[in-house]
């Protein structure tokens, strides 16, 4: 795509356009739209486009950029709500194990500093560690100090708007599990669905209507890279 002149826009596309050039979302308020960071965000929420509204960084907007009423009352839910503490995930999706995990992947390009923390949460919420080991580097590439510009801390990148600004590993690794788990229920052990679910929010992922993303497709590449002791890692 070339040089996309903001002012040459209008309706969704410029709001979509305005949102991708601030500096807030990590672009260069130039009032274009070129190539790098930009162009991607660009591309996708244009791609989202549905029953006027968008989905930008994993958020549903409305026409003008504000927040869609209805994902926000959906994650105040997803995260007030949920509770999975004491109930293990049974079911058996393909590529899925019930029961306790003993260990997890050691695959070549995969940081190995938390696999027994990793196992410690994967096995509280019946989840299988390699699961969360392959989200974790797609989202933080193992960097337990990552924030991001949307404000996601930690290594599974938690939002600090539900969550607290959380880099502390045991209190991140719990919620992303729990939340990891909850999307695994949601789209009845889809682990394509699930991940878009983690990435965009639940209500995100159902309104797509897509089968996978850019996004968990990587993390499904990861996951069987480290099931099958491949040698590489996909990060963000």
Do not use: H
Not at 82 to 90: A, D, G, L, P
Not at 140 to 148: I, K, M, Q
């Amino acid at each position: 795509m070339s040089l996309l002149k903001i002012a040459d826009l209008s309706g969704i596309k410029k709001t979509i356009a305005t949102m991708c050039d601030a500096k807030a979302n990590g672009g260069n308020e130039d009032k274009a739209i070129n190539a790098g960071r930009e162009k991607g965000l660009y591309e996708s929420a244009v791609e989202s486009i549905s029953d006027n509204t968008f989905i930008f960084n994993g958020q549903t907007y409305n026409t003008d950029g504000t927040i869609f009423e209805k994902e926000i009352e959906e994650q105040n839910n997803n995260q007030n709500n949920f509770n999975i503490s004491e109930t293990v995930y049974t079911q058996t999706p393909s590529g899925f194990s019930k029961g306790n995990y003993t260990s997890v992947g050691k695959a070549n390009g995969f940081s190995n500093a938390y696999d027994d923390k990793i196992l410690q949460y994967a096995n509280k919420y019946g989840i299988d560690p390699n699961y969360v080991k392959a989200t974790i580097a797609v989202e933080s590439g193992f960097n337990a100090n990552a924030v991001s510009s949307t404000n996601d801390y930690g290594l599974m990148q938690l939002n600090a708007k539900y969550n607290g600004k959380v880099l502390n590993v045991d209190e991140n690794l719990d919620k992303g599990c729990k939340y990891l788990a909850q999307c695994l229920k949601e789209f009845n052990g889809d682990m394509n669905k699930a991940s878009m679910g983690y990435n965009m929010g639940i209500y995100g992922a159902r309104k797509s209507g897509a089968a996978s993303s850019a996004y968990s497709r990587k993390v499904v590449a990861n996951y069987n890279a480290l099931k099958n002791n491949q040698k590489f890692s996909i990060t963000a």
